[in-house]
């Protein structure tokens, strides 16, 4: 049987990949070495102190100090060490580099929708250029589902009311098996597809190729206004009032990952499950200053759309925070 029909690991294709592998090798490494040692001891002194006549008896023994300190020193330099070099790796996958661009994610029973940021809209399938960093913002329709690329050594849980989020750099173009990995009803099993990598040319032909042709930030600015939310909000979010009135709700731009005051004097980071919230919840966190007047959205906009709109809230920020 060759490596393709029965591969004991899966193609390594993100800069990550890598480190979790030799993560993954030393690890059993060291554990097989430990097992090995204690097993062969246990054979040796099976034999080497067997009973060797019917009125043998133990004799009480003492390790000496040294060997008492050392298996009590080495094996936690080598726990401390493991613990160390795994939350490096373990940090390293969920930090997004600066430079990483946002995709998003909506796991609904029983597939995968995806946006780009530039609109264009898939299921079950995820076209992105090599070596771009991407972060994929996940959120779900209905139950737990989770994004796992074996490929790029990632996983993460997509959970439904908030934004979870996990990135990648894809390293070779090819075609990618993706799961979701978390039991989530009938068709689990089925909600399976795949990561296509391209080369940036062939991801520009595949974008251009595509429906859609408008930016989610875009689409957002166009909801933003469809649900009249400038009325309130100000144009672009500006929280100046309409028509010379006093302002009637928070200033959005610049709102994007900072820090806001609540009514009950409690302070939350502006991030996107907040903001999510506080478009089907108005009521949940009222920020302080402010008149409990807003209406929820619930009903009036999908998990796609509250996406558009949260990536226009955060286009409003002059300096993007990732
Ligand atoms: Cu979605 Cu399992």
Known sequence: MNRSQLPLFPESASSIAPEVDALF????????????????LILYFIVRYR?????????????PVWLEIGWSIIPLVIALA?????????VKIYRPPSDAVVYYGVG?????KFQHPTGQREINTLHVPVGQSIQMKLTSEDVIHSFFVPAFRVKQDALPGRYTSIWFRATKPGTYHLFCAEYCG??????????IVLEPRDYEAWLAGGQGG????????????????????GEN???????????????????YNTEVTL???RKVIADESYIRESILNPMAKVTAGWQPIMPTMQGQVTEEQLTQLIAYVRSLSQQEVK
């Not at 408008?214 to 909000?233: I, K, N, P, R, V």
């Open 263 to 265: 009514a009950d004097g």
């Open 51 to 63: 009973r060797k006549q019917e009125d043998d008896v133990g004799q009480p023994e003492r390790a």
């Open 214 to 233: 408008q930016t989610m930030t875009l689409s957002g600015a166009e909801l933003f206004q469809q649900l009249a939310c400038q009325t309130c909000h």
């Open 186 to 195: 009938g068709e689990h099993s089925k909600m399976i597809g795949s990561v």
């Open 237 to 255: 979010g500006s929280g100046a009032g309409m028509a010379g009135m006093a302002a009637r709700a928070p200033r959005l731009a610049g709102l």
């Open 25 to 40: 090798y030393a690890w059993t490494a060291v554990s097989i070495f430990f097992t090995a040692l204690i097993a062969i």
């Open 82 to 90: 493991m613990f160390a070099w795994g939350t490096q790796v373990f």
């Open 108 to 112: 609904k029973q029983w597939m995968w």
